[in-house]
């Protein structure tokens, strides 16, 4: 076989990881139904076949509710990249755009920043009395200063390009230069950027569920299953956290390589590796 | 007398990806030739871009990664080889770097130019160099930014000279300067190689050069197009179609440009380079096939058919 | 000098805007809540056989009636004197709760700092300089690795190995159950921080680690890097002479900016291991709707974070010769 260079690479590793995630997403849904299964007559086992992760207190699968987990997981975490990649776009580009806009822009900034971040997390979901629209909302609306700084920086050094500075003055309408000139720079960086949140997410919609500040405890989120597991840790029944866990920080890493691989094909500067 | 360096066909070139997911070698300097004698000064005049800096990265072994050499380059009449590089730099062999930021923007001049060594002999060498190029004692406690740029040129000849140098190698060390620091500036590297050092001067400023080079080579889209002696320019005797165009677009001999451009490494084709802009292509140099670079009156050229100078 | 105190007044002015925002954000978004503390904290049970004067009195206490505008100004003026109010569920002030709770958390929080400060400046410069060989692939596959760990995971699995498997350490609590706090020794103490300290330190490395590989790389693609090598310093000295200096600057920036990100990996690690400390109890009064104490450890940790910022703009003016030897001209 034909030796792939690095690009090919990144490109069939993007597919693969997309695979993967897609697979576990569709299995998990359709596994909810298992996952909430209780049966009294195959309580506290211990990984072994057929239940490959073992199963709970109550006798319900742990791979299931493991699936199903992750399945929620991955939803809620590309709800919330999405929602806040958009805020930081529009808030990006308005910020850099709008000289008032971007005083009162840094400062919001600032003032995010300066609250440690699970804890705005909470005091969001709070907000929104917690649960699936609590968690959603609060790591939503807490993901996008980073993204949102760094497309300003973007589009405040587009500005200063020499040819769209010339663009400007030969008068073509600000309308066209956003959508010929910007957004087409802007894009990579965003699809970056937005496969990027998505570790984020998932991992401060685990931490937020955990706590308790995030979907309820009848929902197989990860967050609850590591929860429950705390109680049964010192009883001997590693596996209620282990596989879990293992599984969570598995999807993440798939979403970490996804972002890896899409910046490597989407960045220009890339060319010389 | 043997030349301290000499440089045999020699070629770098980068990897880098084109459309996608599709892999190519891009040549930067290609066949490239000469050898440098000790006392002498010889220029490499060549336009931005044609991969000039990179030579000089080449002989102290110093390529970016994603970079390949081939060729010979001989120090001594021994093979340079990366090793022998990695002893000789920065002692035997030095260089001069463009400009201000080849200094440690954090750290004082001083021990920039010691290299960390603490020693009174290196204390009072130090002092001494500075001194040879005009610059008192208080600059060694001076940041990088605190100096103008004629400054940091002397730093940098100071902390190349600092070792006693046979070979030195000087990477475009005028821009940015009025014409008086400049030639002030060569007047320096003029004095390194009468105390017998070989210097090799890289500039895209081929008046400048003229005035302390003794050889002069030129380079057109990374090969080496032309070497003659400084005197052969103003006498007429140069070979190469564009080394004439070049000598006749200077100021003092009636500015006259050639129209077009240089190739970028990416369009460099199998041929004369310079074909699709000379004055006197014929039919013949349109086509493929390397052009030889042969021995003319003195000096060497890469033309299928050079002007001036008869054959040997 | 005048330059120095200018700069320094005018970081400390935004400071102080900075934390009545973050007060103000904090107060409305607990306000916004629909949760009702009556019910999350009473029941919905022990209501029903109240009378209408005890739920009157009890949403007296919970402040349920008073208007927004009033609570926020009220509160915001007793907080300036020094005053800011009482744990509705401690029922002790918010200032001595919190006073109990930094002590605990403090040695925790300032062992993760400086050991994650420590270990992942090293790593950061060691997998910068040898950029692409096995320690930087190492170094960013171990970081990866540990980013992508939820920290309350790594806890759980910390406790899971050290305290129930091989037993060195305790599994919960600050102190032991049942004993005095006044006669704890303090390596008791020292043996129930060990663990959670341990996750924090482990899970700070990555970001520092990370940010300053980043950091290392452009120095170390630099032309002074690259002038360096050509007259021929190895690398261990340009790490060290060249490396070492121009990381310097951004790792500032760097440990200053991780204050904020331990904090929060102390809410979820204090949690794990029912660590009695600041993180927890933030835990407890969100959960159990008590303002005061919420609003009192957001305000409290927001003002360690800007502190945290404005040390890092002041220790700047010290390193950075641009800025020392700039105001010593002006």
């Not at chain 1, 968690?135 to 949102?148: C, F, K, N």
Request: glycine share 10%; proline share 6%; hydrophobic share 45%.
């Amino acid at each position: 076989m034909r030796r792939l260079n690095q690009r090919q690479r990144a490109l069939l590793l993007l597919l693969l990881a997309a695979a993967v995630l897609l697979a576990i997403t569709l299995a998990g849904a359709l596994l909810t139904g298992r996952a909430m299964e209780t049966d009294f007559s195959r309580l506290n086992l211990a990984p072994d076949l057929p239940y490959l992760f073992g199963t709970d207190w109550m006798g319900r699968d742990m791979f299931a509710r493991t699936l199903t987990g992750l399945s929620l997981s991955i939803r809620i975490g590309a709800l919330t990249a999405c929602v806040s990649a958009v805020i930081a776009l529009v808030l990006g580009v308005a910020a850099a755009l709008n000289r008032k806009l971007d005083a009162v822009f840094s400062w919001c900034i600032d003032l995010f920043l300066g609250i440690p971040h699970i804890l705005l997390v909470m005091l969001i979901s709070l907000a929104f009395g917690r649960g699936f629209l609590g968690v959603v909302a609060g790591v939503s609306l807490s993901h996008w200063p980073s993204l949102a700084r760094l497309l300003r920086g973007e589009v405040l050094q587009l500005r200063q390009a020499p040819y769209l500075r010339l663009a400007r003055k030969l008068g073509v309408p600000r309308r066209d230069l956003i959508r010929r000139h910007l957004l087409p720079h802007l894009l990579p960086q965003f699809l970056t950027g937005l496969i990027l949140q998505f570790p984020h997410a998932i991992l401060h919609e685990a931490s937020v569920t955990f706590l308790g500040f995030g979907l309820s405890s009848e929902q197989p989120a990860i967050g609850v299953i590591l929860s429950e597991s705390m109680r049964y840790l010192t009883t001997g029944r590693w596996w209620l956290a282990l596989f879990p866990g293992l599984a969570l920080v598995g999807v993440v890493l798939l979403f970490a390589a996804l972002g890896e691989q899409a910046r490597r094909l989407l960045d220009p500067s890339s060319i010389h590796q | 007398m043997e030349p301290i360096l000499q440089v045999e066909h020699l070629s770098i070139s980068f990897s880098q990806y084109h459309r996608g997911t599709r892999k190519r070698t891009l040549p930067v300097i290609h066949d490239l030739s000469f050898s440098i004698c000790p006392g002498q000064v010889t220029a490499v005049v060549g336009s931005s871009g044609s991969g000039k800096s990179l030579l000089a990265h080449g002989i102290l072994g110093i390529l970016p990664y994603n970079s390949a050499l081939e060729g010979t380059i001989l120090y001594q009449g021994t093979p340079l080889t990366q090793r022998r590089a990695e002893q000789l730099r920065g002692r035997e062999i030095v260089l001069v770097p463009q400009g201000v930021t080849y200094l440690d923007p954090l750290m004082e001049v001083g021990p920039q130019i010691r290299k960390g060594r603490r020693d009174p002999r290196s204390k009072a060498r130090s002092r001494a160099v500075l001194e040879r190029y005009g610059l008192g004692p208080e600059v060694e406690k001076r940041y990088p930014f605190e100096l103008s740029g004629g400054m940091a040129r002397r730093v940098l000849i100071a902390s190349a000279v600092v070792e006693q140098p046979k070979l030195i190698l000087a990477d475009e060390p005028t821009p940015g300067l009025d014409a008086r620091a400049a030639s002030r500036i060569l007047g320096h590297f003029r004095e390194l190689a009468e105390d017998g050092a070989g210097v090799l001067l890289i500039t895209h400023d081929l008046e400048l050069a003229l005035t302390i080079a003794h050889r002069v080579l030129v380079l057109y889209a990374g090969e080496t197009i032309e070497e003659a002696s400084a005197a052969d320019f103003s006498a007429g005797r140069l070979r190469h179609p564009y080394t004439r165009a070049l000598w006749a677009a200077l100021p003092q001999n009636g500015f006259t440009p050639i129209p077009g451009t240089q190739p970028y490494p990416g369009e460099i084709s199998d041929g004369c380079q310079f074909a699709p802009r000379c004055p006197r292509c014929r039919p013949e140099c349109r086509g493929p096939g390397p052009v030889p670079y042969v021995p003319r009156a003195g000096g060497w050229v890469r033309c299928r058919f050079p002007e001036g100078g008869e054959a040997l | 000098m005048k330059h120095r105190l200018q700069f320094a007044g005018k970081k400390l002015l935004r400071m102080a805007l900075l934390l009545l925002g973050v007060s103000l954000a904090a107060f409305l978004l607990m306000s916004a809540s629909p949760l009702d503390p009556l019910q999350t904290n009473v029941g919905q049970a022990a209501l029903g056989s109240m009378s209408q004067e005890q739920i009157a009195q009890l949403e007296d206490y919970w402040g349920v009636n008073t208007p927004l505008a009033e609570r926020y100004l009220g509160w915001l003026f007793s907080a300036l004197q020094g005053d800011f109010g009482t744990s509705l569920l401690y029922r002790q002030p918010v200032l001595q709760i919190i006073g109990e709770r930094l002590a605990n958390s403090l040695g925790l929080l300032l062992f993760a700092w400086v050991l994650s400060g420590i270990l992942g400046l090293t790593l950061g410069v060691l997998a910068g300089a040898l950029r692409g060989r096995w320690p930087d692939k190492l170094v960013r596959g171990w970081c990866l690795l540990i980013s992508s760990t939820p920290t309350f995971w790594l806890a759980l699995l910390l406790l899971t190995v050290f305290a129930v498997w091989l037993g060195w350490f305790p599994s919960g609590l600050s102190v032991p159950i049942g004993v005095e706090a006044d006669s704890v020794t303090a390596l008791e103490r020292l043996r129930h921080a060990v663990l959670p300290a341990l996750t924090l330190s482990i899970t700070g490395v990555s970001n520092i680690a990370l940010h300053t590989r980043e950091k290392m790389v452009d120095v170390m693609e630099s032309d002074y890097v690259l002038f360096a090598r050509a007259r021929g310093e190895s690398l261990p000295a340009i790490v060290l002479r060249h490396g070492l200096r121009n990381v310097a600057l951004p790792a500032i920036t760097l440990q200053f900016a991780s204050v904020s990100e331990i904090i929060g990996g102390s809410v979820l690690v204090e949690q794990v291991f029912s660590y009695p400390g600041l993180g927890q109890a933030a835990v407890t009064a969100g959960l159990g709707s008590d303002m005061p104490l919420l609003l009192g450890i957001t305000v409290l940790t927001a003002a360690i974070v800007f502190g945290g910022n404005v040390a890092a703009d002041l220790l700047y003016g010290v390193v950075d010769p641009k800025i020392r030897r700039g105001a010593a001209k002006a």
